[in-house]
């Protein structure tokens, strides 16, 4: 269906859509700039939280315990007010991944401890648990990828 037949032009579309998407990225956003911060505020919590999941080393704990929430409030900072906000979202829909693998494989193992999403937490892993970061995989998709899709503007010759 070309541009000439549709009901709505594309640049009203456009203009009806942007601010719901561009919305969703600042609940993202905040969303993990709060996380991430909890875990910055208490490091030695959010590395036991790591520990307990059993796929990282070690010796590595300490270093994804400082790491990972630091990632997390840069990325957010990225989507909140950066120039490249498809870019992060898309990189936070990785992350999301990563999270939603890791919790998986805890709730797979019989896991008996909180998943640590926003510092402490005693409910257990179960799928609703993992509801929250497969939700905002999906806003991260969504947004990030059609963030930067261009709606042919309709020409000034008709």
């Known amino acids: 269906m070309s541009s000439d037949n549709a009901l709505i032009p594309p640049t009203t579309v456009r203009r009806l859509v942007r601010p719901g998407l561009r919305a969703t990225e600042c609940v993202i956003g905040a969303v993990f700039l709060y996380s991430g911060y909890l875990h ?19 010796i590595l704990v300490g270093g994804v315990a400082l790491g990972l929430p630091a990632l997390l409030v840069f990325l957010a900072v990225g989507v909140l007010f950066g120039p490249r906000v498809a870019l992060c979202l898309n990189c936070l ?6 999270f939603v693998a890791a919790q998986a ?14 510092g402490f937490s005693e409910e257990p892993i179960s799928l609703k648990s993992m509801g929250l970061p497969l939700l905002m995989f999906v806003g991260c998709v969504a947004t990030g990828w059609t963030r930067d899709v261009e709606v042919p503007q309709e020409t000034a010759s008709r």
């Open 40 to 58: 910055l505020a208490n490091p030695i919590l959010f590395a036991s939280t790591v520990r307990n999941y059993e796929i990282v080393p070690e």
């Open 93 to 98: 829909a990785l992350v999301c991944t990563i």
């Open 105 to 118: 494989i805890a709730w797979w193992r019989g896991a008996e401890f909180g998943c640590g999403c926003f």
